[in-house]
Every structure is written in structure tokens, then in C-alpha cells.
T-cell receptor
Framework: RKEVEQDPGPFNVPEGATVAFNCTYSNSASQSFFWYRQDCRKEPKLLMSVYSSGNEDGRFTAQLNRASQYISLLIRDSKLSDSATYLCVVILSNFGNEKLTFGTGTRLTIIP | GAGVSQSPRYKVAKRGQDVALRCDPISGHVSLFWYQQALGQGPEFLTYFQNEAQLDKSGLPSDRFFAERPEGSVSTLKIQRTQQEDSAVYLC????????????FGDGTRLSIL
């Protein structure tokens, strides 16, 4: 079983729609959680951190459920520019070696 | 620029050749990570440096892979006797090394083994 699991998609969603991605992680000792965005043939870029209290950044909302070991990302009023692969990421330790453990990524295409 | 710089951007090699990939992290960044990203997959951790010390090499897939960061700045990932399964994008990331500081990624080196 992979440490971080995501539905690879693809998700094809009309512009303006709301789309949600989910991710599960296997190690209950995981400390930090993130969503990264990766455009085709580009490097991953941090989209947002994820907290148990939930956090919002404009049209993006992220949520962590530690009991269920589950992370979500919600994108409202989707734009063409949101088309990308969204990577769920966890860090096991906050001290020293903060290596990132990535999911496979979920590919999103916004259709005009 | 001020970001993480990787070279070459693309590398094509014949099976059995040795290759060397370079990463120039953001100035002052203590932590440096190498990741391997196969087609259609998320990046996977290879190795971690804190300054010049290689503190974790648990992700290196075989003893053909070797990484160094002798002066605590530029790092080189070397792959000896390359195999076709080594074809991937190799990403380097650096961070300040303090708790919860974000990692900044380079553009990656796309390695193709023929």
C-alpha cells in the first residue's frame, strides 16, 4: 500500500464548477500536510498547507481529518488556469529531515 | 535568478553510461533534497543533505546512485551504469532547514536512457 493515495483522475470539469479531491495517508504519525500543484513539464509548487481546523485561500479550501487520515481540497468557481495535477503531500517529521511524501497526483482539466 | 537551478535541463544517455546531474540551491538554504519522478507518478524521495552532511539516503534505489554536496551548497547526483528504468525527471529542492519551511523546487533534469 502506498503511503499517500489519491485518485489519479483525470477529472474533466466545466469552467465555473466546484471540484473536490481527496487523499488518504497511511502513517498516523505524519505531522504536516500540503497540497502542491504541478503543471505539465514543470516543477511542483506549493499550493497550500492543510490544517485540522481547515483553511481557505480564495477559491481553495483544504481540510485535514486526522482521525480518518484523510485530506481534501475543494476548488470553487474553477478557472481554465486551474488545469494542472494536484499532489497530496505529507511530512512524517517536523524536525530535521522534512522529506516530502507525495501521492500520485490527481489530474484536473477545466473545460471551457 | 534566485531560485533553485538544475542542469542539464535534458540528458539523453545510452544504457550503461554514467551521468551527473547538478543542483544549485537557493543561497543560504541548509537543506537539500533530491526526488525522482517517473512518468505519471508523484515525486519520490531519494536523499537529503543538511549542509554537507548526507543524513538520509534511504530512497536511493541502488548502489549505482550516489549524491554529494561537498561544500554544503551545490549538489551532484551521479548515476553509474545507467539502466532504462532510471529514465525519469530528477528534481532538486532546497529549504532553510527550519521547522515547516517550504521546499523550493528546481525545474528538474529530464533523463532519458536509450
Amino acid at each position: 500500500r502506498k503511503e499517500v493515495e489519491q485518485d489519479p483522475g483525470p477529472f474533466n470539469v466545466p469552467e465555473g464548477a466546484t471540484v473536490a479531491f481527496n487523499c488518504t495517508y497511511s502513517n498516523s504519525a505524519s505531522q504536516s500536510f500540503f497540497w502542491y500543484r504541478q503543471d505539465c513539464r514543470k516543477e511542483p509548487k506549493l499550493l497550500m498547507s492543510v490544517y485540522s481546523s481547515g483553511n481557505e485561500d480564495g477559491r481553495f479550501t483544504a481540510q485535514l481529518n486526522r482521525a480518518s487520515q484523510y485530506i481534501s481540497l475543494l476548488i470553487r468557481d474553477s478557472k481554465l488556469s486551474d488545469s494542472a495535477t494536484y499532489l497530496c503531500v505529507v511530512i512524517l517529521s517536523n524536525f530535521g529531515n522534512e522529506k516530502l511524501t507525495f501521492g500520485t497526483g490527481t489530474r484536473l482539466t477545466i473545460i471551457p | 535568478g534566485a531560485g533553485v537551478s538544475q542542469s542539464p535541463r535534458y540528458k539523453v544517455a545510452k544504457r550503461g553510461q554514467d551521468v551527473a546531474l547538478r543542483c544549485d540551491p537557493i543561497s543560504g538554504h541548509v537543506s537539500l533534497f533530491w526526488y525522482q519522478q517517473a512518468l505519471g507518478q508523484g515525486p519520490e524521495f531519494l536523499t537529503y543533505f543538511q549542509n554537507e552532511a548526507q543524513l538520509d539516503k534511504s530512497g536511493l534505489p541502488s548502489d549505482r546512485f550516489f549524491a554529494e554536496r561537498p561544500e554544503g551548497s551545490v549538489s551532484t547526483l551521479k548515476i553509474q551504469r545507467t539502466q532504462q528504468e532510471d529514465s525519469a525527471v530528477y528534481l532538486c529542492a532546497s529549504s532553510l532547514g527550519q521547522q515547516a519551511q517550504p521546499q523550493h523546487f528546481g525545474d528538474g533534469t529530464r533523463l532519458s536512457i536509450l
